[in-house]
């Protein structure tokens, strides 16, 4: 009986791809749940904000101070997974980030929230390139696609997501779950890494020689430009004196971290990766698709909280076909993937986008799910195509020695791609509104009609006994005017992102050509 139990068991190297696929799943779970804290907060910021008694300027801390910390950590992570190992490095970020969610959940004061959070981030950028990377290094060749649509669906669908399952969460039970929620899943992670995820082991001759310089400068040019990037435009930029003097240190400290990794004998982070033509354009793609993700996900609920008045939850369910798309464009991307040259992908994912964020050039005050339909299909759509596609052509033609580093960089420019995205964005808004606000006024003022409109609010007001009735009718027509300002700025600023999406996919085609691995036949 043994010896034929032992015929019909499976190959040793499908038990190991098994065990493979376990690690991995863990690991992939600890990823969704820091890329979903980004924004499982952003629908629920009023009531965070009466439980721990902030103001509306601190508590926009608790997303700014989360993507900070990420920000500064993920370059730091292929280091640290050098020296300690993957598995013992991903672990220990995972039980980190379970005690500050449960912290940031207990939080009884704004100053408590923000420093849990400022942790919470340190560990949730730590685990997300390390993802990328051991999909990379672990996996086959031929099995690396389908590892990769995986990672490309989590990162996509949980910024998406994250503000419907925050709205209901809160909802259904109170806001503290936003935080509470991550610990089974944390659990779950760090039973599948702990047993499964002994992918690699850590070189513990790196703790000598720490490139103490580098680590400082590279936190400082990190942190002060993704603090630039997250209040510039509410402080009109340069002409603030805290802004424009953090931007000379970000320029400043960056140029000296660019030299010293380049130089040092031990760098905390390998920039050769930059040599290879594909990376260099693979980071701008990447760039630009965290723009599209990110930006996508901001700009929308701003249109339907500004001007439709939508609720939290209905912005939510408005917002849904997004993450339903991606979730169900997988499987086909892998078959993209595996028949279509990378850049080639990259080109048609960034054209839908193109094509779908271009529909709102023609957004009006009125426009509501079924306007908005079509947009977000194809643009939910796009950004997996493109994004996964881009994944493959950024690492797959690096050596194995230097995957660590490059999937760090790539993290840390999709991120700082979204932090750049938000930042063009509020911007655009802005500085259009004003110049659509200047212009419907001087087209009214010339306007017989307008005139006349003006004058019979005012007749109406005053038959309805109020005093001053002149200034009223005014400040009503003026917050018309500001209305239909806004709507043309967000048409403006969908056709800015439309025309950065065709751009991107205009230089992937300079990219050379990525071998496809082929697809396993079952």
């Not at 068991?9 to 038990?15: D, G, I, K, Q, T």
């Not at 700014?64 to 970020?93: D, H, N």
Request: charged residues 10%; hydrophobic residues 55%; contains cysteine.
């Amino acid at each position: 009986m043994t010896a034929i139990a032992a015929t019909y068991s499976a190959p040793p190297v499908e038990r190991d791809l098994v065990k493979l696929y376990l690690g991995f799943s863990g690991m992939v779970v600890g990823q969704f749940m820091a890329i979903l804290d980004i924004q499982i907060v952003a629908a629920s910021i009023a009531q965070i904000q009466a439980g721990v008694g902030a103001t509306a300027d601190e508590i926009a801390w608790i997303q700014t101070v989360y993507l900070l910390a990420e920000v500064m950590i993920m370059p730091l992570s292929a280091y640290m997974s050098k020296l300690w190992g993957t598995q013992r490095m991903f672990m220990t970020c995972c039980a980190a980030f379970m005690v500050t969610s449960m912290a940031a959940g207990l939080s009884s004061s704004i100053d408590m929230m923000i420093f849990s959070r400022a942790l919470q981030g340190l560990a949730a950028g730590a685990m997300i390139p390390s993802v990328f990377a051991t999909a990379f290094t672990a996996f086959p060749p031929e099995r690396r696609v389908t590892a990769s649509v995986i990672i490309g669906m989590i990162v996509t669908v949980a910024p998406t997501v994250g503000p419907t399952l925050g709205g209901h969460l809160t909802e259904a039970l109170s806001w503290r779950w936003l935080f509470f929620i991550n610990i089974p899943p944390g659990l779950l992670v760090l039973f599948l890494v702990g047993r499964w995820g002994n992918f690699d082991k850590g070189d513990p001759s790196l703790a000598k020689g720490i490139d103490w310089w580098g680590l400082l400068s590279m936190s400082v040019a990190l942190l002060s430009m993704q603090f630039v990037l997250e209040e510039g435009a509410k402080n009109n930029w340069f002409e603030d004196d805290v802004i424009l003097w953090l931007a000379v240190l970000s320029a400043v400290s960056g140029l000296f971290f660019i030299w010293r990794e380049l130089t040092y004998r031990q760098p905390i982070l390998n920039l050769r990766p930059f040599a290879n033509r594909n990376f260099s354009l693979g980071i701008f793609v990447s760039l630009v698709s965290g723009i599209s993700l990110f930006g996508g996900t901001f700009i929308l609920p701003l249109y339907l909280g500004q001007i439709r008045g939508y609720s939290a939850s209905q912005v939510g369910m408005t917002m849904l076909v997004s993450g339903v798309t991606m979730f169900f464009s997988g499987p086909l991307c892998r078959l993209f993937l595996t028949r279509i040259p990378a850049r080639l992908t990259i080109f048609g994912g960034f054209m839908i986008i193109a094509v779908g964020v271009g529909l709102g050039v023609r957004v009006t005050g009125d426009w509501g799910f079924s306007q908005f339909l079509a947009m977000q299909i194809l643009r939910a759509f796009g950004i997996m195509v493109a994004m996964i596609s881009a994944q493959q052509l950024t690492v797959s033609t690096l050596r194995p020695d230097q995957m660590k580093d490059g999937s760090a960089i790539l993290n840390l420019t999709r991120n700082v791609g979204g932090a750049l995205g938000l930042a063009l964005i509020t911007t655009t808004l802005i500085v259009r509104t004003r110049v659509h606000y200047a212009e419907i006024t001087e087209a009214m003022g010339h306007s017989a009609t307008a005139r006349g409109m003006l004058s019979g609010m005012s007749d109406f007001f005053s038959g309805q006994g109020l005093n001053d009735s002149g200034v009223v009718a005014t400040k009503a027509i003026s917050g018309l005017i500001q209305r239909n300002a806004s709507v043309l700025a967000f048409a403006d600023t969908y056709y800015w992102l439309a025309l950065s999406a065709a751009v991107a996919g205009i230089v992937a085609l300079f990219a050379n050509p990525v071998r496809q691995a082929a697809p396993i036949q079952h």
